[in-house]
């Protein structure tokens, strides 16, 4: 498994996790014919402190999940936690600290993330509680070890059997242990409706165009199954018990500081290298002048610009008899 790392729902900027980051490079690269390894040609030190940012903007999302799923009456005491497609280590440092006794491993398959992901652990005085692990998913499933709680921000989506992966995930919890998928929530807003130019609803447009990339990398992932995305019938189909689901907010409104503008900048500046090829000439025409820094118009000056959007998170728990992840047969 690859990825980008905060990625919160199917947005094109994929906020997310860096699993992400690379699975999204790959869509991209077919869908504009370049060649070479996508993966390789990423440059992380550019990416990798964008990613850094976004994960760092949602941090009290991540933190209110993460203190929810810890005061759960069902919760186990957590001794090691799997953060899959951990990115730069922000969601992984903060459950370090949200669960002070336990070993804490940053999974994902990009070197130069996991380096950055240790850096902020020792940053942040957590790094005793530590590791990170480079594993490609599914291939390795048997490299990570057993948790008592698995993290999987964004990621799922990225494997071609969701349900395999998830059985992978349940197989690998110790009794009472959780899975927490971040999967859902809502689309990120920056902008109102009708920004004066062009069109009205250009966020929409290019959420649709999205939603249309999204399926196309799904569908280029090896082993791709088409699944229901119930994701309590899924956990209940690979032996869970569904334990709830949240959504939590982020609610930056307009006018925002400088560090939000500029992640906005950057992801809007991402989703058009992404999805540009899908856009009609005049949605394109505006997001050039929204992108122009000398623009009165653009998105360094406009006063309207905020950052909206909600994440959803799902738990499953393993029962304390529980055999081990198993998957059911999927009803074609």
């Given at each position: 498994?690859?990825s980008?790392?905060?990625?919160?729902?199917?947005?094109?900027?994929?906020?997310?996790?860096?699993?992400?980051?690379?699975v999204?490079?790959?869509?991209?690269?077919?869908?504009h014919?370049?060649?070479?390894?996508?993966?390789?040609?990423?440059?992380?030190?550019?990416?990798?402190?964008?990613?850094?940012?976004?994960?760092?903007?949602?941090?009290?999302?991540?933190?209110?999940?993460?203190r929810?799923?810890?005061?759960?009456?069902?919760?186990?005491?957590v001794?090691?936690v799997?953060?899959?497609?951990?990115?730069?280590?922000?969601?992984?440092?903060?459950?370090?600290e949200?669960?002070?006794?336990?070993?804490?491993?940053?999974?994902?398959?990009?070197?130069?993330?996991?380096?950055?992901?240790?850096?902020?652990?020792?940053?942040?005085?957590?790094?005793?509680?530590?590791?990170?692990?480079?594993?490609?998913?599914p291939?390795?499933?048997?490299?990570?070890?057993?948790?008592?709680l698995?993290?999987?921000?964004?990621?799922?989506?990225?494997?071609?059997?969701?349900?395999?992966?998830?059985?992978?995930?349940?197989?690998?919890?110790?009794?009472?242990?959780?899975?927490?998928?971040v999967?859902g929530?809502?689309?990120?807003?920056?902008?109102?409706?009708?920004?004066?130019?062009?069109?009205?609803?250009?966020?929409?447009?290019?959420?649709?165009?999205?939603?249309?990339?999204?399926e196309?990398?799904?569908?280029?992932?090896?082993?791709?199954?088409?699944?229901?995305?119930?994701?309590?019938?899924l956990?209940?189909?690979?032996g869970?018990?569904?334990?709830?689901?949240?959504?939590?907010?982020?609610?930056?409104?307009?006018?925002?500081?400088?560090?939000?503008?500029?992640?906005?900048?950057?992801?809007?500046?991402?989703e058009?290298?992404?999805?540009?090829?899908l856009?009609?000439?005049?949605?394109?025409?505006?997001?050039?002048?929204?992108?122009?820094?000398?623009?009165?118009?653009?998105?360094?000056?406009?006063?309207?610009?905020?950052?909206?959007?909600?994440?959803?998170?799902?738990?499953?728990?393993r029962?304390?008899?529980?055999?081990?992840?198993?998957?059911?047969?999927?009803?074609?």
């Open positions: 498994m690859s980008h790392a905060g990625h919160g729902h199917h947005d094109a900027h994929a906020s997310a996790t860096p699993v992400q980051a690379r999204h490079a790959h869509a991209h690269a077919h869908a014919g370049s060649g070479g390894d996508p993966a390789t040609d990423i440059d992380w030190n550019v990416l990798g402190p964008l990613l850094e940012q976004e994960a760092e903007l949602n941090s009290a999302q991540y933190e209110d999940a993460a929810w799923i810890a005061a759960l009456p069902t919760a186990p005491k001794r090691r799997l953060d899959i497609g951990c990115g730069p280590g922000v969601v992984s440092c903060l459950l370090a949200v669960f002070p006794e336990a070993e804490v491993v940053a999974v994902d398959a990009t070197p130069a993330l996991l380096e950055r992901a240790k850096n902020r652990a020792r940053r942040l005085g957590v790094i005793d509680r530590f590791q990170t692990l480079e594993a490609e998913l291939e390795e499933f048997d490299r990570l070890g057993e948790a008592d698995i993290w999987a921000g964004n990621s799922l989506h990225h494997l071609g059997d969701q349900r395999a992966a998830l059985a992978g995930f349940a197989g690998l919890l110790r009794p009472g242990g959780t899975v927490a998928l999967e929530g809502l689309p990120t807003r920056r902008l109102p409706r009708d920004i004066g130019i062009g069109q009205p609803g250009l966020e929409a447009r290019m959420g649709a165009a999205a939603a249309t990339r999204f196309y990398m799904r569908s280029e992932l090896p082993g791709a199954k088409r699944e229901t995305e119930d994701w309590s019938a956990f209940t189909a690979v869970l018990v569904p334990q709830g689901t949240r959504s939590f907010l982020l609610d930056l409104p307009a006018p925002l500081a400088r560090p939000a503008r500029d992640h906005v900048v950057a992801s809007i500046t991402r058009r290298e992404v999805i540009g090829d856009l009609t000439p005049e949605d394109s025409a505006v997001l050039e002048r929204l992108l122009d820094p000398e623009d009165p118009e653009g998105l360094h000056h406009r006063p309207d610009v905020h950052l909206l959007t909600a994440r959803t998170v799902h738990l499953g728990r029962d304390q008899g529980m055999p081990g992840g198993s998957v059911a047969p999927r009803q074609e």
